[in-house]
């Protein structure tokens, strides 16, 4: 009488003979052991998420300043407040765009260090620089005349953009690193 | 009651630690045996805790068409498949045979062979083989499934496949006669 392998290992795995490395056992410790893998993988492991929090919350707290500044200049026009304010928007906006930067910076060298395309280094670097080039401009015609809420709004504006774009590198990263993992099995 | 699996894929999406450990405990013993079937205990269990460490890092790729197990059972069996290429499996094999329909019939084995002989035999075997029917017998993989997994072609994963098979049957047919039947 004949049968079909397939079939017989589709049966019930349990009854499977004692000596066969099926039943091998984890070995002890290998809980207390993952958890420090774990601990030891996270301190890189999600860098993205804590940026994503750290450009929303940039993002809520520009906005916020420019419609406190909105409020405060229908309520009490042309005060003469308004003097020691404009400085102290200038400041913030300067102090959470040089945060901006610096993180955007730091972004960009982790993803040139993930590729070699160049076609897509290119790409990014345009559009970081086109959108660089606009913000000088606007932050130019600010410190002109800081009470242009346009102005404000065409800054913060201009940084979500950017986060936006950060966005999208990240996505980018993820597939890269995909690519890259299985490449790795190529070898 | 215990957390829906759907519940803990979120959390784990938020970087919950908690979430991630109770998602290991939940599914280690049963990768755990997967990874065995390709390595030796002490490697076996590394490989599968990579793979969760991939899983976690991963974890937004994970899509709930296929079953969440499923989809880590293919994240670990791959990094078991890339511990074997790293230590020793023969990756480039000449292909001199032509290829040759697969018959059905070319899985039947005497019925008085029992699962356990078959697993038994398959894990005596050359590693190549071994394998390749485990990803093609044990876990269900297809020879689309199977060629992604190696990275080799579809072709070569048959042509792999039918001299594992052969090879299995020849193991099993001696088993048969040492037995005295």
Same mark, same amino acid.
């Given at each position: 009488?004949?049968?079909?392998?397939?079939?017989?290992?589709?049966?019930?795995?349990?009854?499977?003979?004692?000596?066969?490395?099926?039943?091998?056992?984890?070995?002890?410790?290998?809980?207390?052991?993952?958890?420090?893998?774990?601990?030891?993988?996270?301190?890189?492991?999600?860098?993205?998420?804590?940026?994503?929090?750290?450009? /929303?919350i940039a993002?809520v707290v520009l906005?916020s300043i420019?419609?406190?500044?909105?409020?405060?200049?229908?309520?009490?026009?042309?005060?003469?407040?308004?003097?020691?304010?404009? &400085?102290?928007?200038?400041?913030?906006?300067?102090?959470?765009?040089?945060?901006?930067?610096?993180?955007?910076?730091?972004?960009?060298?982790?993803?040139?260090?993930?590729?070699?395309?160049?076609?897509?280094?290119?790409?990014?670097?345009?559009?970081?620089?086109?959108?660089?080039?606009?913000?000088?401009?606007?932050?130019?015609?600010?410190?002109?005349? &800081?009470?242009?809420?346009?102005?404000?709004?065409?800054?913060?504006?201009?940084?979500?953009?950017?986060?936006?774009?950060? /966005?999208?590198?990240?996505?980018?990263?993820?597939?890269?690193?995909?690519?890259?993992?299985?490449?790795? /099995?190529?070898? | 009651?215990?957390?829906?699996?759907?519940?803990?894929?979120? +959390?784990?999406?938020?970087? +919950?630690?908690?979430?991630?450990?109770?998602?290991?405990?939940?599914?280690?013993?049963?990768?755990?045996?997967?990874?065995?079937?390709? %390595?030796?205990?002490?490697?076996?269990?590394?490989?599968?805790?990579?793979?969760?460490?991939?899983?976690?890092?991963?974890?937004?790729?994970?899509?709930?068409?296929?079953?969440?197990?499923?989809?880590?059972? @293919?994240?670990?069996?791959?990094?078991?498949?890339?511990?074997?290429?790293?230590? @020793?499996?023969?990756?480039?094999?000449?292909?001199?045979?032509?290829?040759?329909?697969?018959?059905?019939?070319?899985?039947?084995?005497?019925?008085?062979?029992?699962?356990?002989?078959? %697993?038994?035999?398959?894990?005596?075997?050359?590693? +190549?083989?071994?394998?390749? %029917?485990?990803?093609?017998?044990?876990?269900?993989?297809?020879?689309?499934?199977?060629?992604?997994?190696?990275?080799?072609?579809?072709?070569?994963?048959?042509?792999?496949?039918?001299?594992?098979?052969?090879?299995?049957?020849?193991?099993?047919?001696?088993?048969?006669?040492?037995?005295?039947?």
């Amino acid at each position: 009488m004949q049968q079909d392998i397939r079939d017989l290992l589709k049966e019930d795995t349990h009854q499977g003979n004692p000596k066969t490395k099926i039943e091998s056992r984890l070995p002890n410790g290998h809980r207390d052991e993952f958890i420090k893998k774990l601990r030891a993988s996270k301190t890189n492991q999600y860098p993205s998420y804590k940026l994503d929090w750290f450009y /929303k919350i940039a993002a809520v707290v520009l906005v916020s300043i420019s419609l406190a500044y909105m409020v405060f200049n229908a309520s009490e026009n042309e005060t003469p407040e308004e003097t020691v304010q404009n &400085p102290k928007i200038e400041t913030q906006m300067m102090a959470v765009e040089k945060k901006f930067l610096a993180s955007i910076d730091a972004e960009w060298e982790r993803f040139v260090k993930l590729t070699e395309d160049k076609v897509l280094i290119d790409r990014y670097r345009n559009k970081l620089n086109d959108l660089a080039t606009d913000y000088d401009q606007i932050a130019t015609q600010f410190k002109a005349d &800081p009470n242009d809420i346009i102005l404000i709004e065409s800054l913060v504006e201009n940084l979500q953009k950017r986060l936006q774009l950060l /966005k999208d590198i990240q996505i980018h990263i993820e597939i890269l690193n995909q690519k890259i993992n299985n490449d790795a /099995k190529l070898l | 009651m215990p957390e829906s699996i759907h519940t803990l894929i979120k +959390n784990v999406k938020a970087g +919950n630690e908690k979430a991630m450990l109770k998602v290991y405990d939940r599914y280690c013993e049963g990768m755990f045996i997967v990874a065995s079937r390709y %390595l030796s205990t002490e490697e076996a269990k590394d490989a599968m805790q990579e793979g969760f460490l991939k899983a976690f890092t991963k974890i937004e790729s994970y899509k709930s068409h296929s079953t969440f197990g499923s989809w880590l059972k @293919r994240i670990i069996i791959n990094q078991c498949v890339d511990e074997l290429k790293k230590n @020793r499996l023969e990756l480039s094999e000449i292909e001199t045979e032509h290829l040759s329909i697969e018959d059905d019939n070319y899985w039947s084995v005497d019925t008085r062979l029992n699962k356990a002989d078959v %697993l038994m035999a398959i894990e005596n075997m050359k590693e +190549n083989h071994r394998v390749i %029917l485990n990803l093609y017998l044990i876990e269900g993989y297809d020879h689309q499934e199977i060629s992604e997994i190696l990275n080799i072609p579809v072709k070569t994963s048959r042509t792999r496949l039918r001299r594992g098979r052969l090879q299995l049957k020849e193991q099993l047919k001696q088993k048969y006669n040492a037995a005295g039947y």
